[in-house]
């Protein structure tokens, strides 16, 4: 079992970056994929970004591409989303989630969750 921690939402304006975290309870955290997903009021959850147990791959949505970077540090079970020029439209809860193997987008194939942490963009 893994728990999943995120920290580092608020409420911030346009333009405006914010640094989430996703702290692990185990070091077995380090063999998982990790993601980061989203969910609005009244939309689904969707894929932000995800990054392999090695941090050399990582993958983004393209609504984020360019603008949100995903990395982990292992010796610390700790993978961090750096969110730059944020809009209104990323407004929304966000979710870290683990899984063995590789990334990957789909939400159903993560194991593990955390509870999630407001982000809140004003225009």
């Known amino acids: 079992q893994v728990q999943l921690v995120e920290s580092g939402g608020g409420l911030v304006q346009a333009g405006d970056s914010l640094r989430l975290s996703c702290a692990a309870s185990?070091?077995?955290?380090?063999?998982?994929?990790v993601g980061w997903f989203r969910q609005a009021p009244g939309k689904e959850r969707e894929f932000v970004a995800a990054v392999s147990w090695s941090g050399g791959t990582t993958n983004y949505a393209d609504s984020v591409k360019g603008r949100f970077t995903i990395t982990r540090d292992n010796a610390k079970n700790m993978v961090d989303l750096q969110m730059n020029s944020l809009k209104p439209e990323d407004t929304a809860v966000y979710y870290c989630a683990a899984k063995w193997d590789g990334i990957a987008w789909t939400s159903g194939l993560y194991n593990f969750w955390g509870q999630g942490t407001q982000v809140t963009v004003s225009s």
């Open positions: 185990r070091r077995t955290v380090r063999a998982y994929a």
